[in-house]
């Protein structure tokens, strides 16, 4: 049961992070009057002022802002369930081939 944990954790936390693709944020962020402002001009003209202040993050920026947040590890969570499950199955059939072969119990 702990190498299902630990096992389906780590490829989850690698799924999510591997995942993500483009990430970007707003250098400075954009208070409220900037956004009601925003939304009040025309698409192509809010496009241009929203891309001035765009900044691309890479994998490692994106992880180093995010782990603080909740958000990061309820995604952590909810990737890694499928790989917890199949660890745990795995490792229950392994382990009943193993006493049906008369291995070591």
Not at 29 to 35: D, K, M, S
Request: with cysteine; aromatic share 10%; net charge positive.
């Amino acid at each position: 049961m702990v190498v299902a944990l630990l096992l389906g954790s780590l490829v989850g936390f690698v799924d999510y992070v591997a995942s993500v693709h483009g990430a970007s944020k707003y250098d400075p962020p954009i208070t409220a009057e900037e956004g009601r402002q925003l939304r009040e001009l025309p698409m192509n003209k809010a496009v241009v002022v929203m891309a001035a202040r765009r900044r691309i993050l890479t994998r490692r920026e994106w992880v180093a802002e995010s782990i603080g947040y909740s958000y990061f590890w309820r995604g952590v969570a909810k990737d890694s369930i499928v790989p917890i499950l199949g660890v745990f199955i795995a490792c229950v059939f392994m382990g009943r081939l193993q006493m049906r072969a008369g291995g070591p119990q």
